[in-house]
């Protein structure tokens, strides 16, 4: 028999061997998980505080962009450090715990985005029944499943993954824990518990695609019904921007976790990773606050406010 060890501690790979671009690489990605940061703490703060935005729609906005920030913090600020102090190990119980944040806050994601894609179909179809199918308690009902849906979902999948066995190689070649890249160092010769988990999340996936991809169906087809060309324009506005943002996700998400590994990983691996990690995060503030009148006006009267307050003192 061979004698084999197994793995204590992963070591994640970055995006060059040479200090001073590793030290280059994690400023760059440090004033993006800034920026990605504090823009979605900017949407948080007028949701909460301008009442004009009370309403179902901001209400999961609201929590899209706290997943946002929960699920950026987890590998980027590790990442920062790693590069600075030149130590990018990781020990499976920590490896183990970034890999259930980020497909906790991931599923997450999905979910509360198939929900505004429920309330988008709700207020464009049945406009009149629209405050008794989105009231608070049924939006608040619909964001705890989600929240709690994506823990379960990140606890299946996590077990599932660290349940198999690492022994020998014990570099990751990404800069934080996924599961693509962990199977690749398995010496587990049956990947059944992995593979079931993967069966639950792409059965998650393509039934929120599917509620999503219907509910647009039914919301296209009642658009364009409308006579005016101004009417439907502003009923495209309330849409278009969260089509945009599942797209993204779900797009780089695919290239992510159903592209096929390999055992020898190339840039573009990581690449996409960069992109599935950062884009939507950054995105969605971007995408709702630039072509939204009402968070541009929110964001207007919060600035007066703080000018008056300030001149005040």
């Not at 028999?1 to 995006?15: D, E, P, Q, S």
């Not at 998650?204 to 009642?222: L, Q």
């Not at 020898?264 to 990581?270: G, L, Q, T, V």
């Amino acid at each position: 028999m061979t004698n084999v060890t197994a793995v204590t501690r992963f070591i994640l790979m970055g995006f060059s061997d040479t200090p001073e671009l590793q030290i280059l690489c994690g400023v760059f990605f440090l004033m993006m998980y800034m920026e990605t940061v504090v823009s979605n703490l900017i949407i948080i703060t007028l949701i909460t505080l301008d009442l004009k935005l009370q309403t179902p729609m901001y209400f999961f906005l609201k929590h899209l962009s706290l997943l946002d920030v929960f699920f950026v913090s987890v590998p980027i600020p590790n990442f920062f450090v790693n590069s600075l102090t030149h130590n990018s190990s990781i020990s499976v119980l920590a490896c183990a715990f970034q890999v259930f944040l980020m497909t906790s806050f991931s599923a997450g994601d999905v979910f509360v985005l198939t929900a505004m894609s429920y309330d988008r179909y709700v207020a464009i179809c049945c406009p009149l029944h629209y405050e008794a199918m989105m009231s608070n308690p049924i939006c608040v009902l619909m964001v705890s499943m989600s929240w709690a849906s994506g823990v379960l979902f990140g606890a299946i999948y996590t077990s599932g993954t660290f349940f198999m066995p690492f022994c020998g190689s014990n570099v990751i070649p990404q800069f934080f824990c996924n599961v693509p890249s962990l199977l690749r160092i398995s010496c587990s010769e049956t990947f059944v518990v992995i593979y079931t988990s993967l069966g639950i999340g792409v059965c998650m996936g393509v039934s929120c695609f599917i509620c999503v991809v219907i509910s647009y169906f039914y919301i296209f087809s009642t658009v364009l019904k409308i006579p005016t060309i101004k009417g439907q324009s502003k009923a495209f506005a309330t849409c278009l921007p969260h089509l945009t943002v599942f797209t993204v996700f779900i797009v780089t998400a695919c290239f992510v976790y159903l592209k096929p590994f390999s055992n020898n990983p190339s840039i573009s691996d990581k690449l996409f990773s960069v992109l599935y990690t950062l884009l939507p995060p950054a995105l969605n503030p971007l995408i709702y606050s630039l072509r939204n009148t009402d968070v541009k006006s929110a964001l207007r009267r919060l600035q007066q406010n703080l000018c008056l307050r300030c001149l005040l003192i």
